[in-house]
């Protein structure tokens, strides 16, 4: 599968290239772009159920309280490891390569002017919010039918499936075993559900990257200003993907790291193309499961939690960004406002929105409390398509990678043996 999705990424490519070349960019929109989107939707279709019924039905198999509160505690501790050293690995990076000396007044004031309205939209979506734990009140819904049927409210689907599943721990085993069945037969079902979309993931991301080709064509000229601060993020996210990740997999797990690699490519390569943790959450969970052999009590337990709060790819791009736009705009950052950085991004990225450009309005936010302007926003939209395509990519590896690292030692000794 990985090398059809490999082929429909360079025939995508290769379709838009020709597109271009022709004149035809029109005939992609109106008829291969589509298809693109389709397959998104049937990612993100599958997504909301699966997180509910495999959260409820990996709560009720920990079979006690006690278990659920140790492993709970265990993967949110990890996560929030992995988040501070992804954030302290960007703020790194930007502060010894200093991409912001490149630019010029007049790069800065064009990018401004070309950006302008979407940074608007942006900064109107903001003001509802009032601080950095303002995500907080979205967590519980009034009404969870209509949480399950928007992406967007995926904490509380959640926070309501965790609740409906230490509830039934606390029923007991008889009362709960027809539930548990249901589950059970849910689970599988939507499981052969994503199997049929998985096997159309060639076409789909085919489709998506011929779009993305031609809707980019109009910008390219942007990215030659912006080279200096897009290597600044492709190489704290490649340190992240290639070094950090592996590291953990090595010390902390029995699975082999060129395992993990080989099994982690596909899933990585979806993500790129789909730019959605969410949208993919299925094919984390299959690779995770089946792939690397990791206990489906676990899979079901941390993948999707990890979907929400587990954002290490796009907490190193907000800690690059921010500073980025603080260097181009000739400010000079603070001790106080770097540890207030660290601190607000750690936090903001558990709110984080798993869809393509979800770390926008939690930029704004991060930006406003430091004393950047917000409408520094608009320096870094021009090439932040393919940053955001990469970041995704590091954020579904990193809930693998937690995965494996909170299953329980005899988990493990019995898949070694």
């Not at 998506?208 to 064509?217: C, P, R």
Request: some cysteine.
């Amino acid at each position: 599968m990985y090398l059809q999705i490999l082929i429909g990424m360079c025939a995508g490519i290769g379709i838009g290239l020709i597109a271009l070349a022709v004149n035809g960019q029109q005939v992609i929109i109106d008829w291969v772009k589509p298809w693109g989107q389709i397959f998104v939707r049937l990612l993100q279709l599958v997504a909301v159920p699966l997180v509910f019924v495999s959260l409820v039905k990996g709560v009720i198999g920990l079979t006690d309280i006690s278990r659920f509160s140790k492993l709970g505690l265990k993967t949110v501790g990890v996560y929030l490891y992995t988040t501070i050293v992804a954030i302290l690995v960007g703020v790194v990076l930007v502060s010894v390569v200093k991409p912001g000396r490149f630019f010029d007044a007049g790069q800065t004031i064009a990018m401004e002017e070309s950006f302008s309205q979407t940074v608007s939209t942006v900064m109107s979506e903001q003001r509802n919010q009032e601080g950095p734990l303002s995500f907080l009140n979205e967590v519980v819904s009034h009404n969870i039918f209509a949480s399950l049927s928007d992406n967007r409210r995926m904490l509380q689907v959640i926070f309501f499936a965790l609740i409906f599943g230490v509830a039934a721990l606390s029923v007991g085993s008889k009362q709960v075993k027809p539930v548990l069945k249901l589950f059970d037969s849910l689970y599988a079902i939507i499981l052969k559900m994503v199997d049929y979309i998985i096997r159309t993931a060639p076409y789909g991301v085919m489709a998506l990257m011929a779009g993305l080709v031609v809707d980019t064509s109009g910008n390219m000229r942007l990215f030659g200003a912006l080279a200096a601060y897009g290597l600044t993020v492709v190489a704290g996210l490649l340190f992240l993907l290639l070094c950090f990740y592996p590291l953990l997999f090595k010390l902390f797990t029995r699975i082999p790291v060129k395992r993990f690699l080989k099994e982690a490519y596909p899933l990585q390569l979806l993500a790129f193309t789909t730019s959605s943790s969410s949208a993919v959450m299925p094919v984390t969970m299959d690779v995770a499961q089946n792939k690397l052999g990791i206990n489906k009590e676990v899979c079901s337990f941390v993948v999707p939690i990890g979907t929400t709060i587990n954002m290490d790819g796009t907490s190193c791009f907000q800690a690059i960004s921010i500073i980025f736009i603080a260097q181009v705009l000739g400010l000079d950052l603070s001790f106080v406002q770097i540890l207030t950085i660290i601190l607000m991004t750690t936090l903001s990225s558990i709110g984080t929105p798993g869809i393509p450009g979800g770390s926008y309005v939690v930029m704004t936010m991060v930006l406003t409390s430091v004393g950047i302007p917000a409408q520094g926003l608009a320096l870094i939209l021009g090439i932040d398509r393919p940053l955001d395509m990469l970041r995704t990519s590091v954020n579904v590896t990193g809930d693998l990678v937690i995965a494996a690292i909170v299953e329980p030692k005899e988990d493990k000794k019995l898949q070694i043996e």
